[in-house]
C-alpha cells in the first residue's frame, strides 16, 4: 500500500453495517493468537457490541481488551447525552477509556477504538486519550464514523492516518491486508 509506512494509524470507515467491528475483531483474533504471522500480544482499547432483547437494539455495549466492560448506550438510560434515541453513559464508560487507553506506550504494541463515533465523542476523557495514542509512538487501529466534525472531522485529516473504507466487496479480506501491515514493520 503506497505510503503506508510513514502512517502508523489505521481508519476503517464505511456505513453503518458495512462490518468495521467484525474486521477489527478478526484483526484482535488474528493478532492475539495468529499462527504464521508474528503476533501482536499486548493489545488495548475495544470494540463496541450491540446489546439486542428480543431481536431488537436496545443499545450498545463497549468490551475492554483487558476484559472490562461497560454500556456505552442503551435506550432505558436516563442521561443528558443522547444519539437518536440511545442516552450515552458516560461514568462507566470514562472507567473503560481510562483503563484501556491510559496504558503507558512501553505496554502497548496495538491500540484499538472502536469507534470514533458521536457516542463516544461525549467523553471529554475519551477525546484526549484518543488525541494522546493517535499522537503516540504506538500504533492505533480504530473505526470512524463516515461523517461528522470535531475529534470525527480533526482525526480524518491526520497525516498519520491511512483511511480504509470497508465494505461487502473486501470486508473479508480487510483482516488479513491489515495484520500483514501492523505486523510487516
Keep these: ?4 509506512d510513514s502512517k502508523k494509524n489505521i481508519l476503517l470507515t464505511g456505513r453503518p453495517g458495512c462490518g468495521k467491528t467484525t474486521v477489527v475483531c478478526r484483526v484482535v483474533g488474528l493478532l492475539a493468537g495468529a499462527t504464521g504471522v508474528t503476533p501482536v500480544a499486548r493489545l488495548a482499547g475495544f470494540y463496541t457490541q450491540e446489546i439486542r432483547q428480543q431481536g431488537k437494539r436496545l443499545g450498545f455495549e463497549a468490551i475492554g ?10 435506550v432505558g438510560a436516563r442521561t443528558k447525552w443522547r444519539v437518536g434515541r440511545y442516552n450515552v453513559e458516560l461514568d462507566a464508560f470514562n472507567a473503560l477509556v ?25 467523553s471529554g476523557l475519551f477525546v484526549e486519550a484518543a488525541t494522546r495514542v493517535l499522537g503516540g509512538p504506538v500504533a492505533v487501529l480504530a ?7 470535531g475529534l470525527i472531522s480533526q482525526v480524518k485529516a491526520r497525516c498519520d492516518v491511512e483511511i480504509m473504507t470497508v465494505s461487502v466487496d473486501n470486508r473479508e479480506g ?8 501492523l505486523t510487516s514493520r
Excluded: N, W, Y
Design 1 to 4: 500500500m503506497p505510503g503506508f
Design 65 to 74: 481488551l483487558g476484559g472490562g466492560r461497560c454500556v456505552l448506550a442503551h
Design 98 to 122: 481510562q483503563s484501556e487507553l491510559g496504558k503507558p506506550a512501553d505496554a502497548v504494541d496495538l491500540f484499538v477504538i472502536d469507534e470514533i463515533g458521536k457516542m463516544e465523542c461525549f
Design 143 to 149: 473505526t470512524i464514523a463516515a461523517r461528522g466534525g
Design 174 to 181: 480487510l483482516p488479513g491486508q491489515i495484520v500483514g501491515l
